[in-house]
């Protein structure tokens, strides 16, 4: 008999292969990676050591048995019949899944399955090898908003691929520091501009390489969990990661506020997010307004600063005439908070007390719970963790517009905004891992 794996052929054991097939035998027990062996009818035949310690079934729970104990439901359907018709037009078939241990919890693997098949043709056995990836894999980042953040992003690259982007640049010109982020020596290939067909590129360039049956890379379903505690911008960012519906649309100008936006949203379903993609503010609500008026039947979130919302407010007018679903959440801290960042960062020296007051909104307080309602909006006011829970919880269930006025104060503040320049000029300086730690630390 004679047995091939994918083109390949693997001639029947011949006198004094003995050797051969214990070296093959030995090489399966110790190697790293798992191994597991099912039947023509997918049952489970055999399984290595490294595979029984990253699963945390024995040998003999496994034998048996149909592989679909270990999945986590993480994995679509989709992928499963990518996967199928795959092995059966090409013997061959790797992507990401997400599997499930014996104590329950998930973990996503690398996996390559090969088709054994008999010497007429007909399936003898898929042969799967995969790796955990859990240490390696990390959330997605956005590009850091603070042009030496993204610079510890980018430090390293030898290429950068733009798809429907332009390099990128600082928001603002420092003194001493590059506005051009994109590291020397770095080749930049551009795929897409935005006046290209973008999604056709893409499609075309997988399959050019082969890669159009290939399962996505998915970020796994994982919800933070409700917030307790102080209440504060990053309570509001965890609410959202944990109620957001499927197919949401965030409409993000939170800026300082938003920090751990995508930290605490990348395990939520799946959902849109349109950013401040220049500098200028003010963008947000109306954006907002585009997105309802587009995707009629989306819930669309805005995350507006307070001095950011005074520019476009009467978008909220617009979106109760139109009867828009939109659920507006503005970050009363009472202050351009990011301007007061900028000023440390260009090196101003001593601020004083004319200056500061520039970037104060606190004298008179604004209202925009009042601001709202005279916009013919339905409007509430958080100062509390659980008043914000239950304000996003009864806007989600009911049709917008609404608009919640989140009472939190500044993200950075006192020690941490006199400190963050220091900081931030430092990280050129510093190894990349201990840069790139402190990266996340700010900017996850």
């Known amino acids: 008999m004679t047995v091939s794996v994918g083109a390949a052929a693997i001639p029947p054991a011949q006198k004094g292969e003995s050797l051969s097939k214990a070296a093959l035998l030995r090489a399966y027990e110790q190697s790293h990676d798992a191994i597991l062996i099912t039947d023509r009818d997918n049952i489970i035949v055999a399984a290595n050591g490294a595979f029984c310690q990253l699963s945390g079934y024995s040998h003999d729970e496994l034998v048996g048995k149909d592989p679909r104990i270990l999945a986590s439901g ?19 078939w790797e992507g990401e899944i997400w599997n499930k241990r014996k104590d329950g919890t998930t973990y996503p693997r690398w996996l390559k399955i090969a088709v054994l098949r008999n010497a007429d043709g007909s399936v003898q056995s898929h042969v799967a090898n995969f790796t955990d990836i859990s240490a390696s894999k990390e959330v997605a980042e956005r590009l850091a908003y603070l042009a030496e953040l993204a610079s510890v992003q980018l430090t390293g690259l030898d290429h950068l691929i733009l798809v429907d982007v332009k390099a990128p640049v600082a928001f603002f010109a420092y003194p001493g520091k590059k506005s051009y982020l994109v590291p020397e020596g770095c080749q930049l290939l551009e795929l897409a501009s935005f006046k290209q067909d973008v999604l056709g590129s893409l499609d075309k360039l997988a399959r050019a390489v082969g890669a159009e049956k290939t399962a996505p890379v998915l970020q796994a379903l994982k919800r933070p969990g409700l917030p307790r505690g102080k209440f504060t911008a990053d309570k509001v960012c965890k609410a959202l990661g944990q109620l957001i519906p499927e197919n949401a649309i965030i409409v993000d100008e939170a800026i300082t506020s938003g920090l751990m936006l995508a930290m605490y949203t990348a395990g939520a379903p799946r959902h849109d997010v349109i950013t401040l993609t220049g500098g200028a503010i003010g963008q947000g609500l109306p954006c907002a307004v585009g997105a309802a008026i587009a995707c009629p039947d989306r819930k669309v979130i805005a995350l507006e600063g307070d001095g950011s919302a005074m520019y476009t407010l009467q978008a909220l007018w617009t979106m109760a005439r139109e009867k828009l679903d939109v659920i507006n959440i503005i970050f009363s801290n009472r202050a351009y908070a990011v301007l007061n960042i900028e000023l440390q960062r260009v090196g101003a020296g001593h601020v004083g007390d004319k200056a ?41 269930r009911t049709p917008g517009p609404h608009l919640i006025e989140a009472v939190v104060p500044p993200t950075l503040a006192g020690l941490k905004l006199r400190v963050l320049p220091h900081l931030l000029q430092s990280l050129a300086n510093l190894p990349q891992p201990i840069a790139r730690a402190l990266k996340r630390k700010i900017a996850p």
Do not use: C, I
Request: hydrophobic share 45%; charged share 20%; glycine share 4%.
């Open 74 to 92: 993480n994995s679509t359907a989709e992928l499963y019949a990518n996967m199928w018709d795959s092995l059966a037009t090409r013997d061959f």
């Open 356 to 396: 500061k007051a520039q970037l104060d909104l606190s004298t008179p307080p604004l209202d925009f719970v009042q601001l709202g309602q005279g916009m013919g909006v339905s409007s509430r006011r958080a100062t509390t963790t659980a008043e914000f829970v239950a304000a996003l919880e009864h806007a989600l």
